[in-house]
């Protein structure tokens, strides 16, 4: 398991080119909206919060007194679930709260566009960041083979565009390892383009050709070289088809940018830029479906809250709180988007984390590495405004002193699969599990 | 003395460094295998005044001047000049080995990090992972500073064991190295670990801080033992378990020979190199000299079978090709190559986590693939040569040509590998042959030829897969 956890060799094995036809209306002159909003679509952003997100700190259990008592620094009192407007983030009549930071993901809940599902892992969780993520990925326990997207991706989108599949950011997320598929990675619409010698633009054609005959010869089946020459061939196709997509896209939608005033925080800048980025290529790209976004610095084993100002104690600034609100602001502003371009019905959004936190905090103002883990689920197809799951109990931790799990996230994942992508959890899972409900 | 082949000098100069001109290819196969790599190992005799006079000159690396962009460019530098290539090699392992970050260390801190990895590279491990973990970048990356009796911080003292030293299971025999006991009990031995808040920031243990309890670690194992185990009691201890010796000659492995399989001839093979750690007092120097002069590092499977880090693409392409890079001066550097580096995966100071970068595959995405094509382009069509960047002339490039095409191309695929690129070499043929509008037209190594055409091969022979592995 050590050895082959980060490897992927497969990833190249029977590789087969996606179609990479361009679909009629780029050529023509049609009006976007009507073509992209098909009523039929079925569109999935998931969103990944790397190094482990504090649970307790996101889906707060502000009435349990083992709460209080765990988390002497950390833990939030009743009258401090208030968001920035000052406005309760207090779940209803249920006794928990989000993190204040969270004020958009709770107008979203009292709408009924957000569900969360309390109480997510799998039997013996992994405590490292690494096999933790390659178990979430995976959907396995052992965390090897290819990523669950990647096996639904090789069972229902060959043959589809080349952008029928997308991961915003620089390197692929083991969730897209696939056998067939090749999942393009975006960081930057700007540097996603073939270059050429700019002196000589008579030469271009030249240039190209010749990358695509060397790039296209044989290679050893399952060899480095021939990934390698899959997946520069896919970029430099794929970046002309999205050079020209993405130029279409309008909104009347405001992404957070570094000269906002004030200045929104590194983190809400990133992240809405990801997001908007996936706005851009699903209203463009009526194949584009299945989207992936990352959000990394989860691991706060120290000053999760706070700054300098007030010696890392304020519960309503700092580390957590600042990712929490990108995480809540850009989920806000991408459904707000969808809207504008009438896709609001056709997407579902989850995000997920590889484990939460240690119900006890420890004395660096933080939380080492923990189990169980709320999920949430976005969007006009959802059930929201409702939890789903179990809190596992405070008073009846593990041998670690982590939270006992309620709900595999498989059930999750085979859920989204059955009732939203048309696909067979069975298939892709290995295994069917209960559903949750939160798609009907 | 095994003899070593021009192929194989150029092999051990990519691995070991970036790689060379066929000068410097020449020069080292000359000294045979064994004499090869003591040359390269032995960096501290190697004269490298040149490139410690062109730092000084021209960095600003003291405590109110540093900062991360200085500290990148400062790495670049002295990858792309430096005179002892295995010395940096070696650091870049290290660097991803104990994969420290600049998004929570300051500048300073990963800058005095970066000196104790090259001070220490090839050291006895105990006393390397020692210094580095008593070293403020660590102390500051994994917690140890808030890791106090009573309330430990595990951070530290779980990575020690799976990423620093064990692994969670271990890489010959599957067994688990320790349990989550163990990561518990091995973060109370670390509590209190700290650094005096003045320069030059040593080490201090803050005693009313640290838990001088009774520790049990790996019970019912041969290396189980109970005591008041400090910190430094647990390092000699990690060091010296086989499953250390394995893991990190499997890490050796996958950096500098081959990707490392489960089968039971790859794990007899780090089974033997380990015991080189095992029987030589941990000597990083000898485990690594075995390793680098070994039947299994100049064989077929050896050859081209790893991904190139970025790092490796970009200073090897201007290391082999013999391109300038200009550095600029204080605080106003190019961080060409940094950035380029950052965009195709590999961000200097900052591994995406604390397991360091994923390796092969790993930098391979179609962002990252298009970052290589685009560097490439830019490296080969940049002309501004009075500006800080990368850059190659018209004549360092007309003096690797020759007047015919098939031997243009032939030479260039020899100097940037040597590659042997098959049915490729037809296709670049005909691109040199190629005009603007499709037609033939007759190849001559003229100037206008070299500036269109010439530069347009060398990016294109950049943009073969053969190119990105090594």
Redesign the interface.
Known sequence: ????R????K??AGAVSVGLVMPRFWMGGLAHGQEIAAANRRIFLVIQL??GSDGLNTVIPFTDSRYASLRPTLAFKDTELKDAQGNSTILGSDPFGLNPAMGEMKSLYDSGKAAIVLGVGYPNQN?????ATDIWSTANTTGAGNGWLGRYADQRLLGLSGLSAV?I????PKAFFADKV?V????SFA??????????A??R???VN??H???T?T?PVSS??????H??I???D??AQLQSAVASYTSPVHYPVATDNPAPSQQVIQFCAALKMVAQIVTTIPDANLLYVQL??F?H??QEIGTNQDNFTNKLVGAHANLLRAVSLGIKLFYDDMEAHGLADNVVMMTWTEFGRRPNE???H?T??GTVTPMFVVGNPVQGGRLYGQQPSLSDLD??GNLKFKVDFRSVYGEIIDKWLGGDSQAVLGARYDAVGFLT | MASLSFDEGAHLLRRAGFGGTPQEIDELSALGREGAVDSLINYNQIDNSALESLISANFNLTGDGINNGEIRRWWFTRMVFTKRQFEEKLTLFWHNHFATSASKVQALFMFNQNMLLRQLALDRFDNLLLKVSQDPAMLIWLDSITNVLGKANENFGRELQELFTMGINDVVTGEQNYTEQDVKEVARAFTGWNYRRQSPFPFQLTANQHDNGSKSIYPGTPWAQTGNLSGEDIITIVSARPATARYLTWKLFNFFVYPITSSAEDKATIDRFAKVYLNNNHSIKELVRAILTSDEFFSERAFFSLVKQPSEFIVGAIRMLGGTYNQGTNQRGSNTLSTASRNMGQDLFAPPDVAGWDFNLGWVSTATMLERFNFANTFLTNRNTGNPGVFITNDQLRSITKASSKKTVKRFLSRLGPLNAGEAIGLLRTYLETGDNGQPVTYVNDDATVDKKIRGLVHQIMCLPEFQLN
Not at chain 1, 184 to 187: F, L, R, Y
Not at chain 1, 191 to 200: H, P, V
């Open positions: 398991m050590a050895i082959n980060r490897q992927f060799i990833r190249s790397g190094g405590l490292s960041h690494f096999f991961n950011g620089g390197s692929l090749v393009p990675s975006i960081s540097a996603y383009t073939f270059q050429t010698d700019g002196r000589f008579g030469d054609n030249n240039q010749t990358f005959a060397t790039n010869r290679f480095f070289a021939a990934a390698i020459a997946e520069g896919t970029a430099a794929g970046a990394g610095g691991d084993h120290s420890n004395a660096s933080g080492d590495h041998n670690a």
